[in-house]
């Protein structure tokens, strides 16, 4: 049994909303509500949900980016939050993220080279021609040549710049990466190279994923677990194959039937929720899906689902949802 | 089907344009067709001519530099490229209507959308005001915005980026076209946004009965929405037909390559397909067939003399030196990824 890395619980980020020039605080952006979740040594989990959701604010307080309005997350049994000086650098070593957009997440002015040495020179693990070297053999384990050192982003494509992000959070040699939608803004074929970059180097190097993104395809191919969030809260979180298999939040179904599917025989008649998602400002009551649920009943305009544990590791947040015979309360038909 | 007849058919397209660095070929010999009533899905990937050959179609390809450098576009049965720019003024206000690739871009800030809508209407059509704007609360309902009668007076910033598509699309439809050209109309919508719009699309076409050309990168939307396919690569068609048979027995190696480098649900971990090498730019296209540094069948012959669309089937052509040979069952001895292919039951 492999060791949990990282422990998140009832995680929350609200953002105020302010007006005038004393900046009164007239209401929050609850972005991330209450989320709680593990991630196990050499797992990755998969986090699914629409914009807005709260996935990016949620990988951005895990990595103290932006303060936390409550709960905890430790790593490697470490108080994150309150971490200080070496310990705190140490996290951030073994703590990297990736994004999605590989235009901008590289500084143009730099040389690769320098993008790619520029933590390994910041935590002082080498100088020099050590250093160089390093970066070298960096950017052959992502699959470019040594001898792009000297060279600038913008000579690059789109896939060769999300490699070059790789190099770089991988120059720390850290135990976590945070993927937020790593392929998303990458053509099919470029798409396929990062995503079995990224599953090589997890097998060879022990790494952990949290993989954010909204596709249900690639989610599902790099994932051991998956959770799914909606506005703020997650509200289903299985094992893959469990996750597919008998998937049983609403949403989450709904998530599935909407993924454009490439069987042309299943030519079933997609879920179609009503409007769009609502603001995180003034979330609905009861559960927060009800305004969108296809099935929902009275109950769940006026009561806040708990989460339920329906078998192990499945966790799932729905008034419909039957503990002693879990059952999807919407089939995809 | 294959005799219903063709409301566009598009033979031997060239546009080109003239920059600093060269020539850039950007669509250099497409042809295509759409049978009257039903949707072509156009695929390919980022910079392979898509975008430009649906602007060619309106004759919305900017002057200089860009220029059509050959070939025809016939709608319903009249040369496009031939009318004067009056005539095809009509046409691009009533009969042909695009939906753009950004947007967010295609709505001007700081009018209504209302506003924006009865402009549309009024330019092509001779209406007043008062009947404009009725005819734009109508179309607004038509495209499942609710409490038209609010939302006719908000500014593009008050609505979500569904709201938004929607109102793009009402502005498609006010004209009523015979052909919508829809290019990337969903790639920058959620999931669930997505398939509202997909249906939209899809209701009202079978309401109104017209035909839509709809670009797409994403193989699953073409599954879910149209009758034939045509996949682009480096400015040209390379594979054509009806979706079944493009989904069940591809014929181009690029085709091939497409299907089994996406990640399928229910497929399992194992590794994805990597088309080798990159794009070719489009200054420097390969001589012969453009995707030889790439394909994993390439002989002298493909490095020698360009291929050209031809049968492989009832209505499927393929542009390669070894169409009919090339098959799912020589791509999985090939590349060991044959089973990726059982996608379609
Ligand atoms: N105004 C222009 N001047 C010069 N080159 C152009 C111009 N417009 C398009 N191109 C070039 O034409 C080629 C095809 O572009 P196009 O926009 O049609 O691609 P696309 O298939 O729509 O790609 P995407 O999936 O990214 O939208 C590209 O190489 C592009 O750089
Ligand atoms: S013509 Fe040759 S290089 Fe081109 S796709 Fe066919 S086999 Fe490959
Ligand atoms: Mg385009």
Known sequence: MNNTLLEVRNLKKYFPITKGIFSKVIGHVKAVDNISFDIKEGETLGLVGESGCGKTTASRVILRLIESTGGEVSFNGDDVFSLKGEKLRQFRKNVQIIFQDPYSSLNPRLTVGNIIAEGIGAHKIATGAKKKEMVGELLEKVGLSAGYYNRYPHEFSGGQRQRIAIARALSLNPRLIICDEPVSALDVSIQAQILNLLAKLKKELNLSYLFITHDLSVVEHVSDRIATMYLGEIVEIADTEEFYSNPLHPYTVALFSANPSLDLAAKRKPIILKGDVPSAIEPPRGCRFHTRCPVAEGICRIEWPEPKDVSQGHMVRCHLVDKSNPKAPIGIS | ?345
């Not at chain 2, 967010?104 to 009865?118: A, E, H, R, W, Y």
């Not at chain 2, 704007?133 to 939302?151: A, C, F, N, Y």
């Not at chain 2, 098959?327 to 060991?336: A, G, M, R, S």
């Open chain 2, 1 to 345: 089907m294959s005799n219903s007849e063709a409301i566009l058919k598009i033979k031997d397209l060239k546009v080109y344009f003239d920059t600093d660095a060269g020539v850039v070929k950007s669509v250099d010999g497409v042809d295509l067709e759409i049978k009257k009533g039903t949707t072509l899905g156009l695929v390919g990937e980022s910079g392979c001519g898509k975008s430009v050959t649906c602007l060619s179609i309106p004759r919305l390809i900017e002057s200089p530099p860009g220029r059509i450098a050959g070939g025809e576009i016939i709608y319903k049965g009249k040369n496009l490229l031939e009318l004067s720019e009056k005539d095809m003024q009509g046409i691009r206000g009533n009969d042909i209507s695009m939906i753009f690739q950004e947007p967010m871009t295609s709505l001007n800030p700081v009018f209504t959308i209302g506003d924006q809508i009865q402009e549309v209407i009024m330019l092509h059509q001779h209406k007043t005001s008062a009947e404009a704007r009725e005819l734009t609360l109508r179309i607004l309902k038509k495209v499942g915005i609710p409490s038209p009668e609010i939302r006719i007076d908000d500014y593009p910033h008050q609505m979500s980026g569904g709201m938004k598509q929607r109102v793009i699309i009402a502005m498609a439809l006010s004209c009523s076209p015979d052909l919508l050209i829809a290019d990337e109309p969903t790639t920058a919508l959620d999931v669930t946004i997505q398939v509202q719009i997909l249906d939209l699309m899809r209701s009202l076409q079978d309401e109104l009965g017209m035909s839509i050309l709809l670009v797409t990168h994403d193989l699953g939307v073409v599954a879910s929405m149209a009758s034939h396919v045509a996949i682009m690569y480096a400015s040209k068609i390379v594979e054509y037909g009806p979706v079944e048979q493009i989904f069940s027995n591809p014929g181009h190696p690029y085709t091939l390559g497409l299907f089994t480098s996406i990640p399928v649900v229910g497929r399992g971990k194992r590794d994805l397909y990597v088309i080798p090498g990159n794009v070719p730019d489009p200054l420097a296209f390969p001589r012969g067939c453009k995707f030889w540094p790439r394909c994993v069948f390439a002989e002298d012959i493909c490095r020698s003399q360009e291929p050209f669309l031809e049968n492989i089937g009832e209505g499927h052509t393929a542009a390669c030196h070894f169409r009919g040979k090339i098959d799912k069952h020589l791509w999985k001895e090939k590349t060991n990824t044959g089973s990726f292919l059982n996608i379609s039951r």
